[in-house]
């Protein structure tokens, strides 16, 4: 699996996931980093990569798009840092795996993890 990290998270995520057996680049790596969401969105579309962000931003174009790819992994915890939470989110995406790769957002907190499958639809 590919994995994205966006622009509010840290590059040593890459270190971390890659250490994991996930394949991760930094969008600064890749694109601009002023670059909207959207374009960030697109891009993982395209390549296959899912995108690991800590911005609601991405679950909202999700809804308000109806989109079905790219999955996204939100971590909502006060502390993204990859030492503290790197762990879990490498096991949840390990463990969702098959979902991520058909299309789902996945959210992942300290205490527990939540997937909704793509497209969103208002419940």
């Known amino acids: 699996m590919k994995v994205l990290v966006d622009m509010n998270l840290s590059p040593r ?10 394949q991760a680049d930094h969008w600064s790596a890749i694109g601009r980093v002023n670059a909207p969401d959207s374009e960030i969105m697109a891009y993982a579309a395209e390549n296959n990569y899912v995108v ?6 991405f679950s909202a174009i999700l809804a308000a798009t109806h989109g079905e790819k790219p999955s ?52």
């Open 72 to 123: 996204v992994v939100q971590i909502r915890a006060e502390d993204v840092n990859p030492d503290k939470i790197g762990a879990q989110v490498a096991a949840a995406l390990r463990q969702m795996e098959s979902e991520l790769q058909e299309g789902a957002l996945l959210t992942v907190d300290s205490s527990r993890t939540r997937l909704r499958l793509l497209p969103l639809h208002r419940t």
């Open 52 to 57: 690991l962000t800590h911005d609601l931003d």
């Open 13 to 22: 995520w890459v270190g971390l996931l890659n250490g994991f057996g996930l």
